[in-house]
């Protein structure tokens, strides 16, 4: 009886053990096309079979590829960063090589991951056990007897979640060739170049929606067709920079504009058709800096802004279920995009601008259109969440994030920065928030680029 409740103590000690081990031991850095990746295990699920974790930016994405055992893998990205062995690989055409790398080295971490994590669950249970012992004054004989079985249970236990049923883990970590590999997001077409000459003479470059664009306020003096679709003001925030720098400043922004479509790829706008913001920013071969805005509609916001106030409450299963599936999709399109970024042959000073809060604490002009106090919480959570990838994966890429300070000037206050309801573009920068944006880019620029 008392060797049937020393085994199940045991199993049970060494079971939380492997549990608290999978979720304190440190992921292991590995560094592979260009890429800082810690690689650890995901917290276990005890079906046999499923997919890994990948942390992209803060936020949480399953991977593509099913993994056998409770104990699947976890990548988390750190760093993305062109290394001299990657450079010299892309130079000698040894893209195979390069390939292959990704995978080995995956798979090194999570072998060295596995034996970090058994001597930290090995130490997890001889720590209580040693002190049990003591505590019962048990003779060494027996002391050394529990401790052995102790580890010895352990390390059975740990074998068989990453040894056995994870045995397949190496070999399909040795198969991935890109990030893509792992969540299913194949790389779209090389973005083209945009025909024209070098625009030498632009200082910075907007890129972006149309926060950027500065719908809604004062159109731009004699505008293209294109300027008119994409709906960009004279009262936007690159302007409001170009006249206080007297700088020639190339705003590319568009209403409506995603990273897909609109600043890596053609963004259609009725009868007008816009290219590709990225590859007419590549034109401006001798600008010194590179405003970023977007987010806002690959997460669709404005429509998560709509059903929140008309629905009886914002943060119900279903709209948070497609908020979290829609960021998950901006989190990969937004590391291409600062991937890109990372290579423009100028080597610009990238700001990306995080966006406001529109609300304020004061929201009592916004009842009649269905949104509360607790209403705007959701919304404002949810913004700090789109924030956080794009603070994140700046920070990761080595760019400088901003964001603007409306603190007192919210949608209600005597001195909005945002337009109204009844205003041409409702929560969208004024004139004024413009330039509150623009004041804040150009003091996180570096005095080489003002």
């Known amino acids: 009886m008392i060797a049937t409740a020393y085994a199940v103590g045991l199993s049970g000690l060494a079971l939380a053990a492997v549990w608290l081990a999978v979720r304190i031991t440190p992921l292991q850095p590995v560094s592979a096309a260009g890429q800082t990746v810690r690689v650890g295990a995901a917290p276990l699920d005890w079906s046999l079979s499923g997919p890994g974790q990948l942390d992209l930016f803060g936020q949480t994405i399953p991977t593509r590829a099913h993994f056998d055992g409770p104990i699947r893998p976890r990548l988390e990205l750190t760093r993305i960063q062109e290394d001299a062995e990657v450079a010299r690989l892309l130079r000698s055409g040894d893209h195979e090589r390069l390939t292959l790398e990704v995978g080995r080295k995956l798979a090194s971490g999570w072998v060295r991951y596995g034996a970090w994590e058994t001597a930290v669950a090995a130490g997890l ?37 990453f040894y056995l049923l994870a045995s397949d883990t190496p070999q399909a ?85 995603t990273v897909r479509d609109g600043i890596l790829g053609v963004q259609i706008l009725g009868e007008q058709v816009a290219p590709p913001q990225i590859a007419q920013a590549q034109r401006a071969n001798e600008a010194s800096a590179v405003l970023v805005s977007v987010g806002a509609n690959d997460v ?93 994966g700046a920070e990761t890429a080595g760019f400088t994030t901003v964001k603007p300070d409306f603190e007192g000037h919210g949608l209600c206050s005597a001195q909005p920065y945002v337009q109204g309801p009844a205003d041409r573009a409702p929560l969208h920068p004024t004139a004024a928030g413009a330039l509150a944006i623009a004041l804040a880019d150009q003091q996180a620029l570096p005095t080489n680029a003002n």
């Not at 004061?362 to 956080?388: H, P, Y």
């Open 125 to 161: 249970v001889l720590l209580p056990l040693a002190a049990w012992t003591g505590l019962r004054r048990m003779p060494p004989g027996r002391t050394i007897l529990v401790l052995a079985a102790g580890l010895a249970l352990v390390t059975a236990v740990n074998a068989v979640g």
């Open 300 to 392: 669709r916001w404005a429509d998560l802004v709509q059903l929140c106030a008309i629905s009886p409450s914002c943060d119900d299963r279903a709209s948070t279920a497609f908020f979290q599936d829609r960021l998950a999709r901006f989190a990969l399109d937004y590391r291409r995009l600062l991937r890109i970024l990372a290579t423009l042959p100028q080597d610009p000073a990238v700001v990306v601008n995080e966006y406001y809060d529109p609300f304020g604490p004061d929201v009592s002009c916004l009842e009649d259109e269905g949104l509360t106090r607790q209403k705007t919480q959701v919304l404002r959570s949810r913004l700090a969440a789109l924030n956080a990838i794009l603070r994140q």
């Open 173 to 257: 970590l040795r198969d991935v060739r890109s990030l893509q590999d792992l969540v299913g997001d194949s790389p779209p077409d090389p973005v083209p170049r945009s025909e024209g000459p070098p625009l030498g003479d632009v200082r910075a470059v907007a890129l972006g929606d149309s926060t950027a664009a500065g719908s809604g306020n004062r159109p731009l003096p004699d505008p293209s067709d294109l300027d008119r679709a994409c709906r960009r003001s004279a009262d936007s925030y690159p302007q409001a920079l170009a006249r206080a720098n007297d700088w020639n400043v190339l705003n590319l922004a568009c209403s409506g504009a």
